[in-house]
């Protein structure tokens, strides 16, 4: 009597659950993957903003900018930014200098997300 060379129900479920188990853990790694990038997309975008904010304040005049002062420039920020705010607060650590803090929040998957930016701003300027 001669067997037939063939697979059996049971070694075909096997491998055809062994596929489905392989192609679910590799499905959630790409999903990962995509959210990682996603996080780290909105963070750049973010800190562009800040920086670019922080940018156009040392281009004005330093007169303009008081200790104690809140600028909002949630206006100004990509509307990729889900949920977004921006502000600015102004201090004055020492005579004739001027620091910025910039923040910006969002929220991403259900999480608030908080970027601050600093800088020093001179009344001579930057090389002085």
Known sequence: MEKDGGFTLVEILVTILLLG?????????????????LQSSY???ANRAAAREIE???????ATLTAGQTINFTADLPTTLPNRN????????????RRVDATVTYKAQGKTRTLTLSSLIGEIGITQ
């Open 56 to 62: 156009s304040l040392r281009n004005d005049s330093y």
């Open 43 to 45: 963070y750049d975008t």
């Open 21 to 37: 188990i392989a192609t679910a853990s590799l499905s959630s790694v790409f999903i990962s993957i995509r959210n990682i990038q």
């Open 86 to 97: 921006g502000t600015v607060v102004v201090s004055a650590p020492t005579d004739g200098i």
